[in-house]
C-alpha cells in the first residue's frame, strides 16, 4: 500500500511539473539569447512530457490497484467484479464526471471552477496583464487534472484502503 501511495504522490508532482511549466513562458524566447531559447524548448518538454509520464504511471498504478484488489478477495464471477466496492468503487464514473466526492476533490472542484470563471473573464478584459491570465491558466490545468484524479476510482481506492 505505501508503494501506491508514494506512485500517487509522485503522479501528483509530475502533474504539477506539467502544469506549472507555463509559466516559464515568460522567459522563454525562440529568437532570445541561449537561455531564453533552451527555457523556449524546455516547454513542451515540461509539459507534455510530464504529463505523458504521469498518465502512464497512472495506468500502471492502475494495474496494480486492480493485481491488489483480485489478490485479496478473489472473484468468481464477472458481476462480484463488476459490484465489488473495492475494484470499482466509483461505480465506472469517470473521475472527470464525478464532483465532491471526498474533501480533497472537493477544494480542486471549486479551484477549478473558480479558475475557469476567472481565465474566462480575463479573456475579455482589455490591457489585462498577461502574467496574471498564464498563472490562472497553469492554476486552472492543474485543478482540472487534480480534479479529475482526486474524483478517480485510483485515488477513491487509496482512501478507502485507509478507512
Not at 508514494?6 to 515568460?26: V, Y
Not at 473495492?86 to 474533501?103: C, D, H, V, Y
Amino acid at each position: 500500500m505505501e508503494k501506491l501511495n508514494n506512485k500517487m504522490k509522485t503522479i501528483i508532482i509530475l502533474l504539477f511539473i506539467s502544469s506549472f511549466s507555463l509559466l516559464l513562458s515568460f522567459w522563454g524566447d525562440y529568437n532570445g539569447n541561449v537561455l531564453n531559447i533552451i527555457i523556449a524548448y524546455a516547454i513542451p518538454i515540461l509539459f507534455w512530457g510530464g504529463m505523458i509520464l504521469a498518465y502512464v504511471m497512472l495506468y500502471q498504478f492502475n494495474k496494480q490497484r486492480i493485481k491488489n484488489a483480485e489478490a485479496e478477495k478473489p472473484l468468481n464471477n464477472n458481476s462480484e467484479r463488476t459490484h465489488n466496492r473495492i475494484m470499482r468503487p466509483t461505480r465506472f464514473m469517470p473521475g472527470a464526471l464525478r464532483i465532491i466526492s471526498n474533501k480533497y476533490a472537493t477544494i480542486f472542484d471549486f479551484l477549478s471552477l473558480i479558475f475557469l470563471i476567472l481565465v474566462i473573464v480575463l479573456s475579455f478584459i482589455p490591457n489585462v496583464n498577461q502574467v496574471i491570465v498564464i498563472v490562472c491558466l497553469s492554476v486552472l490545468v492543474f485543478s482540472l487534472q487534480m480534479h479529475c484524479l482526486l474524483n478517480g476510482v485510483n485515488f477513491t481506492y487509496i482512501l478507502l484502503k485507509r478507512r
